[in-house]
Structure formats: structure tokens, C-alpha cells
T-cell receptor, first 116, second 110 residues
């Protein structure tokens, strides 16, 4: 089946620093990738839709200057959390979509970010 | 009001029980309905999906959609301890952007 990886799986950073999270589709090309945030015992909330070669589309309430998304290739999208604060601590999950399969959205294992 | 409502549980059942998980939603335009399973600290895994109303069965799992009531269900027969996980319902208008429920924690005790 389609495999999506994320790196790192867990990261701790100090308040005010930036951290980059990578999302890769390992065995398929994904023109569209999605970034979600999940707080404990809460639902996945879509942050942005990332399209290869174009600017990401952010959901309402998500600061695009704080959460920088770059979809550099058909297999890689990155999320950079800039000037991180403790309230940014969360579980960040990406998914990649296979265009030929309408519902083929495959999720990565997630990255747990802790900002101290 | 949230677009998708899902009881967070936890729901504890003995091994072999039939499990019923449910979601209600407010947007009547949703056409695609999905159930994901998420183990602790892992990404969601697609279990089943249904387009529009009706039932769909896959092994021990049955998904039901009642659009008139805006209510979807996932049934798990002969539940196993390995089924212990968080079950998320998700919905979509066109199959692209997913709106998730909060997830129901299921614990199957042996």
C-alpha cells in the first residue's frame, strides 16, 4: 500500500526557535498533500492544503506566516513552524493524496512537537 | 455547533462483543463518509468509506450511512483486543478536504 513518512517523529524545541517537519510519499507521487494538527483527545484539524509547485492554501484561522509550507516536489512537503511558542505544541500529521484515487488520502505517522 | 459530532468515549467492551460507533453531522451536502482507525501516536488508517447513503461491509466491519438523519455508524463484529484504538469518522463534500469527528476511544478487554 501507499506509504507516507514523516520526519522527525518527535521534536522538542525552545520557544522562539523554528522547526521543520518533512512529509514524504515513499512509493507514489502526490500532487496534493495536507497538513493537520491534532491536540490531545481532539479531532484532526486541517491546517493547509499543499500543492506541488504552488502556494499552499491555508484554512481560516491558520497563520500562513507562522506555519510555512513548501511542496518542493511530488514526493516532499515541509511544514516549518516559525517562532514556536508552547501553545504550538501538538501532534502534526500530514497526508498525501493519490490523484487517481478520489479517496486515496494516506496519512503519515505524525510528528509530536513540544515547545518548551 | 461542530460540523461533526462524535462521542469521545472511552467505550469498553469484552472481547467478542459487537461494537457500535456513531457520528452525527450538520452539513447535508457531505457525500463521502469514512472511518479511520488511529493507534496511539500514529497517523490515521483508512478502514472504510461510503459514498452517499447505504451500507458497506468488509469482513468484521460494517459502515452505515443514513443521510436523512445525518447519522453514520461503524459496527465491529467479534471485537478483538487488537481493535483497541481511536476510531475517527470523517466526511467530505467532494472527496478532497476531510472534516473529522473527535474520535471515539475503543477498549476491547480480553
Amino acid at each position: 500500500g501507499a506509504v507516507v513518512s514523516q520526519h522527525p517523529s518527535w521534536v522538542i524545541c525552545k520557544s522562539g526557535t523554528s522547526v521543520k517537519i518533512e512529509c514524504r510519499s515513499l512509493d507514489f507521487q502526490a500532487t496534493t498533500m495536507f497538513w493537520y494538527r491534532q491536540f490531545p483527545k481532539q479531532s484532526l484539524m486541517l491546517m493547509a492544503t499543499s500543492n506541488e509547485g504552488s502556494k499552499a492554501t491555508y484554512e481560516q484561522g491558520v497563520e500562513k506566516d507562522k506555519f510555512l509550507i513548501n511542496h518542493a516536489s511530488l514526493t516532499l512537503s515541509t511544514l516549518t513552524v516559525t517562532s514556536a511558542h508552547p501553545e504550538d505544541s501538538s501532534f502534526y500529521i500530514c497526508s498525501a493524496r493519490i490523484e487517481t484515487h478520489l479517496l486515496g488520502q494516506y496519512f503519515g505517522p505524525g510528528t509530536r512537537l513540544t515547545v518548551t | 455547533q461542530k460540523e461533526v459530532e462524535q462521542d469521545p468515549g472511552p467505550l469498553s467492551v469484552p472481547e467478542g462483543a459487537i461494537v457500535s460507533l456513531n457520528c452525527t453531522y450538520s452539513n447535508s451536502a457531505f457525500q463521502y463518509f469514512m472511518w479511520y482507525r488511529q493507534y496511539s501516536r500514529k497517523g490515521p488508517e483508512l478502514l472504510m468509506y461510503t459514498y452517499s447513503s447505504g451500507n458497506k461491509e468488509d469482513g468484521r466491519f460494517t459502515a452505515q450511512v443514513d443521510k436523512s438523519s445525518k447519522y453514520i455508524s461503524l459496527f465491529i463484529r467479534d471485537s478483538q483486543p487488537s481493535d483497541s484504538a481511536t476510531y475517527l469518522c470523517a466526511m467530505s463534500l467532494y472527496g478532497n478536504k476531510l472534516v473529522f469527528g473527535a474520535g471515539t476511544i475503543l477498549r476491547v478487554k480480553s
